[in-house]
C-alpha cells in the first residue's frame, strides 16, 4: 500500500483509538484493529502494525498520565513487570495454541465484570478491597495480549475497576504498565517477524501520540462515576459481541 490518503485515515484511526484507550484504559488495538480489518487490510498487517505502533502510543499515555498524577508507581512495578514476563511467553507459547478456543471463556469473564463495574456506578456496590494478586493478574492480562486478544487493558482495568480501584489511577497506572507490556511483546515480535507496514504504524502512532496528552487530562478531569459508566458500557459491549460470535461460530460449525 502506498503512502497516500490512506495514510491520513490511518492518523486519524490512531488518534480515535488512543482517546478511546487513554481514557478508559483499554481497545486501542481493538478500535484500530476492528477499522483497519474493515477497510480490507490483510489481518497479518494489522496486527503486526498495530503492535509496533503501540510501542510508541503506549509510551506518550504512560508519560501523560505520569505528569498528570494520574499513576500509582507501586501498583505499577507490580503489574509492569509480571506483564512483561506474561508477554514475552505468551509470544512464543500461546500464538501456538488455539486461542479461538480459550478467547469466549475470557469474554465471559470480562463480561461478569461489567456488570460489577455498572453496579459501582449505579453506587449498589462500593467494594474497597485491593487486590492481593496483582502480579499474577499483570501475568495473566500481558500473556492475553501478546495471544493477539488484546487483553491487557479489559482484564487488567477491569479487574481492577470491579474490585474497588479508584478509576483515574487505576487507568493511568494500567496505561503507563501497557508501555512496558507493548515493548517487551513487540521485541519478541520483531526478532520472529521482522518490521513491515511502516506507513501504517508511522499513521497509528502520530493519531495515537496526538491523542495521549487530551486523554490524559479527560480521565482526571472527568467524574468517576461518568468513568466507570463508560468503561463498563464499553467493556460490556465487547464481551457480549465476542461471546455472540463464539457462540454463533459453534453452531455453525
Known sequence: MELGSEFYWFILIGLGAQLVDGALGMAFGLVSSSVMLSMGLPPAAVSASVH????????????????????????????????????????????????????????????????????????????????????????????????????????????LLARGGQARTTIGTVNAAEFVVTVAVSITFLLSMGLQYLNIVAGLLIGGMMAAPLAAVLVKRVKERWVLVAVGVLVLGISLFQVGSAVKGWLAG
Do not use: C
Open 52 to 159: 509496533t505502533a503501540e510501542v510508541f502510543t503506549t509510551g506518550a499515555s504512560g508519560v501523560s498520565h505520569l505528569v498528570a498524577g494520574n499513576v500509582d508507581k507501586r501498583l505499577f512495578l507490580r503489574l509492569a513487570l509480571p506483564g512483561a514476563v506474561g508477554g514475552v511467553l505468551g509470544a512464543y507459547v500461546l500464538t501456538q495454541l488455539p486461542g479461538d478456543a480459550i478467547r469466549p471463556f475470557i469474554y465471559a469473564y470480562l463480561l461478569v465484570l461489567a456488570v460489577f463495574i455498572l453496579l459501582r456506578a449505579a453506587g449498589r456496590m462500593v467494594p474497597r478491597q485491593e487486590v492481593k494478586r496483582v502480579p499474577l493478574l499483570g501475568f495473566v492480562a500481558g500473556m492475553l495480549d501478546a495471544s493477539g486478544g488484546g487483553g491487557w487493558g479489559p482484564v487488567a482495568t477491569s479487574t
